[in-house]
């Protein structure tokens, strides 16, 4: 029993390693059901006003775009936002390591990465929450 709990921690661990994790400021209200997405203010033919901002952390282990996007949407109904507006886009942040990584090797080493520097590519979307008036 002690060997099951203790796989089951551990796989607990990895799997919110890979998730991302979501940073918020702002005002919240009561949760929504859905979340209308847009790209350019200009987009938004509504009156409204920004409620907060968000921004996944940069984690090269939760990197896909579609899973970040999803973690936003999610973040933005619970903190009851009517809309997310993307127009800032993202930027590419390069974490880097020591010895054992992932990523792009840099530099010369063992197939393993020892005696190597890795680069870690991680995208960062910075958001804003709209509260429609």
């Not at 896909?64 to 809309?83: M, Q």
């Amino acid at each position: 029993m002690k060997t099951t709990m203790k796989l089951s921690l551990v796989l607990l661990v990895i799997i919110s390693a890979c998730s991302p994790k979501i940073n918020f400021i702002g005002n919240q209200h009561a949760p929504t059901q859905s979340v209308d997405l847009f790209f350019d203010a200009k987009d938004i033919e509504k009156e409204y006003k920004v409620m907060g901002f968000m921004q996944n952390e940069g984690r090269e282990f939760a990197n896909n775009p579609e899973k970040i996007k999803a973690a936003l949407i999610e973040e933005a109904k619970r903190r009851g936002a009517d809309a997310i507006l993307f127009g800032d886009g993202y930027s590419e942040l390069v974490n880097s390591s020591d010895g054992l990584g992932f990523g792009d090797r840099n530099g010369k080493g063992d197939i393993f990465g020892m005696g190597t520097s890795w680069n870690n590519h991680v995208k960062v979307f910075k958001v804003k929450l709209i509260k429609y008036q």
